[in-house]
Nanobody, 125 residues
Framework: QVQLVESGGGSVQAGGSLRLSCAVS????????MGWFRQVPGKERGGVAR???????TYADSVKGRFVISKDSAKNTLYLQMNALKPGDTAMYYC???????????????????WGQGTQVTVSS
């Protein structure tokens, strides 16, 4: 059974940093497209960053240059380093895994089959 467990969320002031982690079990995630998404109440879940099996990364325009997605194959863990945080980054953050090696085939949240429970990130001004 595939399980994804996020951690690392919390409250931080604008300009600060946080690193989110996503521990994956039940599958060797390194062979799949993995992604981070975020959602605020009343809005649709949106993509933040994706990483394909070959390490290719993509980012939402709103986080380019501030966030970095990475993975540690030895630990089967996905990360999201978030720097220069803004109040607009406040959201519940989710990690997810798609059944494709390349994220080119997973442009939408509905393309991701497995999801974690989420971790809250709150950025105050």
């Amino acid at each position: 059974q595939v399980q994804l467990v996020e951690s690392g969320g919390g409250s931080v002031q604008a300009g600060g940093s946080l690193r989110l982690s996503c521990a994956v079990s039940g599958v060797s995630y390194s062979g799949f497209c993995m992604g981070w998404f975020r959602q605020v109440p009343g809005k649709e879940r949106g993509g933040v960053a994706r990483i394909s099996a070959d390490g290719t990364t993509t980012y939402a325009d709103s986080v380019k240059g501030r966030f970095v997605i990475s993975k540690d194959s030895a630990k089967n863990t996905l990360y999201l380093q978030m720097n220069a945080l803004k109040p607009g980054d406040t959201a519940m953050y989710y990690c997810a895994a798609a059944g494709f090696k390349s994220c080119r085939y997973a442009p939408w949240p509905t393309d991701f089959a497995y999801w974690g429970q989420g971790t809250q990130v709150t950025v105050s001004s």
